[in-house]
Each structure stands twice: as structure tokens, then as C-alpha cells.
């Protein structure tokens, strides 16, 4: 089975799960009790002059297996990510292929005062309201996962909880569905879902192609401050970079390594392919 399609499989079982543990009226009951306020997660990012770093913990994935096992060290990270540059931080809770946990957003949010956003595979309007009650600022959905509608109606949601989306798409007509269903915050994916593989061009050729007012982000496969300066002519806003500092000796070091860099605008082009 297509290794994408096994993990909406098993995360639709996941909901399931939750579902029936917490029922939705638990988590309305939650939510007009009264949380926090969100911690602005797009107003983050967009008020840097420089490129944002947002810093994911991610312990494994399906590609690659185990990256880290510094599980029990888990605040430790998050707390060296916030002293060393990070605008925001990525906490990947999908269980069985990237080895995370919804908890995990509670655990950063208790040793870090940066917007945290929840990555997963967002399927269901209830993960958008348990999202809220867990504490994240901001969700990941994915173009790709969603039809316009859906992602409409899902940002919809987000929104009158207070959360921001960051929306992912890897091709040209993923990015159109996004932009019209009214995203402004997009997520460029390097990586394609389908077999894993790593291209930087993909942020290129799709860069030119993002409405001006939207806030970009490149995803996956950024390792050093070249490729950041290389996708900083694209006119990116940010990037989110997990396995590269996850496998760093030094993560601080590495992530002081990736922050600096002069943001450009983003000039209108015509894209063909």
C-alpha cells in the first residue's frame, strides 16, 4: 500500500480513538471555559525582517526511521530552539510514522514562549478544535489531503478558534486550491508525499505564484544558510527545518547557523510547467 495512503488509514482509526475518549462536547466544554489566548503564530512570523525559522521537534519519519532519540529530552530542545533564534516551533504529533505525540504541544508550551504549531495529518474538524484545547497556535493542513470546501470551511473553523493555518501544497494546483480558498499562509513542501524525495526547486518554481500578501514558507530539506539565501530570492518569509537540527550535534549552533537572513520581496512572475 502507497505509504501516504497507510497513514491516513491509520490516522482516521486515531480519530476514531479520540473521538470516543474525548468527545467533542468535552472539548466545546474546554473551550467556552476558557484557554489561553493563541500566542499569534502568522503575526510571528510576518513582523521578522529577516527570514523566520520555525524549529520542528520530530523524532522519526516514514523515509528515514528513527532521526532522534531524545525523547526524555524533549524540553531541553524546545528550550534551546527558543534561545537560539527560533520565531516558532513545529511539534509533529502523528504517533505511529513520525514517532510524536498531541502531548508534546503541552510540554513545549510549558517551557517556551513562542507560537507553537501543530503538524499532523488534519482530516477531520475535530482535530481542529482538539488542536485548540491542546494548546497549538497555529495547524498544518495539507492541500493535497483536502478538497477546497473543506479546506475553506477548516480554515474557517481555525480561525473563530483563534488559530492560524499554514496551509502545505507541493505542486501548482495544490497552490491554486489554496490560494482560492483564501489561505494566506502557505506552506511550500519540498518533499513530495508520494515517494519522500527532497527537491528545493519545487519553492522556486512555485514562489513566483503566491499572491504578494500571502506569508510563505518553505518546508523540508533546508540544511544550510545557502539554501536559505538561495530560496531567500524567491521572496520566502520563513522556513521550517526539523531533521536537520534534530540530528545536529550541536542544535543551537546549528540553528544560530540558519537565522539571519535578509528577507526580499517577492517579485509577481508567470510560472509555466
Known sequence: MNMLKEIIKQKQEEIKKDKKNFPFKFLLQLIDEGLPPTRGFFRKLNSSSTISVIA???FASPSKGIISDKKKNL???IQI???NGASAISVLTEKNFFKGDPDYIRQAKRVTDLPILRKDFILDEYQIFQSRCLGADAILLIARLLDEPTLMRFQKIASSLGVDCLVEVHNKEELIKATTAGSKMIGINNRNLMDFSI???VTTKLSSLVPQDCLLVSESGIKYQEDIRRLGLCGIDAILVGETL???H???DKLQKLTGVEKKRRE???YVG
Do not use: F, H, R
Open 250 to 252: 550541536s542544535p543551537g
Open 81 to 83: 530552539y527558543t534561545a
Open 75 to 77: 524540553e531541553k530542545i
Open 246 to 248: 534534530m540530528t545536529a
Open 268 to 270: 509577481k512572475q508567470v
Open 56 to 58: 520542528e521537534l520530530k
Open 199 to 201: 527537491d528545493l526547486s
